[in-house]
T-cell receptor
Framework: KQEVTQIPAALSVPEGENLVLNCSFTDSAIYNLQWFRQDPGKGLTSLLLIQSSQREQTSGRLNASLDKSSGRSTLYIAASQPGDSATYLCAVSFRSFGNEKLTFGTGTRLTIIP | NAGVTQTPKFRVLKTGQSMTLLCAQDMNHEYMYWYRQDPGMGLRLIHYSVGEGTTAKGEVPDGYNVSRLKKQNFLLGLESAAPSQTSVYFC???????????FGQGTRLTVV
């Protein structure tokens, strides 16, 4: 079964620290991996999309890496701020006929302590 | 640029009632999805569509029906609502499997 796992479920760090969020997936045959942010009571906002042929993507203080062979992705947040507090979800588009969908992890709830 | 718009944002239904959730996108996307989000369960796919006139079942399709008569709209129907369908429903769209997915703001549905 194609699954996506995010550990830990929750993380608290002091403001200003750099941090890494983890995502693992069970099948290396993927189209892409996407990181989302979700604020309480809100929808999902796309942060970064990494194609299967890429190793990393950067946007501002965010850097996402992809290692297909090991089934892992990380989201690196530099110089964290209280406004970064949210739930971060990763989603994988697996290469599987008849499986045209994103498979989501359950997310990591991040709290930045001022 | 509206993106993905869901209607309504909130709804309370009595058990056995029916309703339709509307998702509209203005980005000319081929793919559209309906997910539900429940605490501790993450997002689970209900139904999806890979183009106008097409629909397919996802992980948790029972109790739901969908239609995609127009490319920009994807409707999710509950024929006879049950308390187990209390959830937050999200619609999403993308141009292809290789491109970014965009989400609506969600519909919070409570079935009493």
């Amino acid at each position: 079964k194609q699954e996506v796992t995010q550990i830990p479920a929750a993380l608290s760090v002091p403001e200003g620290e750099n941090l890494v969020l983890n995502c693992s997936f069970t099948d290396s045959a993927i189209y892409n991996l996407q990181w989302f942010r979700q604020d309480p009571g809100k929808g999902l906002t796309s942060l970064l999309l990494i194609q299967s042929s890429q190793r990393e993507q950067t946007s501002g203080r965010l850097n996402a890496s992809l290692d297909k062979s090991s089934g892992r992705s990380t989201l690196y947040i530099a110089a964290s701020q209280p406004g970064d507090s949210a739930t971060y979800l990763c989603a994988v588009s697996f290469r599987s006929f008849g499986n045209e969908k994103l498979t989501f992890g359950t997310g990591t709830r991040l709290t930045i302590i001022p | 640029n509206a993106g993905v718009t869901q209607t309504p944002k909130f709804r309370v239904l009595k058990t056995g009632q029916s309703m339709t959730l509307l998702c509209a996108q203005d980005m000319n996307h081929e793919y559209m999805y309906w997910y539900r989000q429940d605490p501790g369960m993450g997002l689970r796919l209900i139904h999806y569509s890979v183009g106008e006139g097409t629909t397919a079942k996802g992980e948790v399709p029972d109790g739901y029906n969908v239609s995609r008569l127009k490319k920009q709209n994807f409707l999710l129907g509950l024929e006879s609502a049950a308390p187990s369908q209390t959830s937050v429903y999200f619609c999403a769209s993308s141009y292809s499997l290789n491109t970014e997915a965009f989400f609506g703001q969600g519909t919070r549905l409570t079935v009493v």
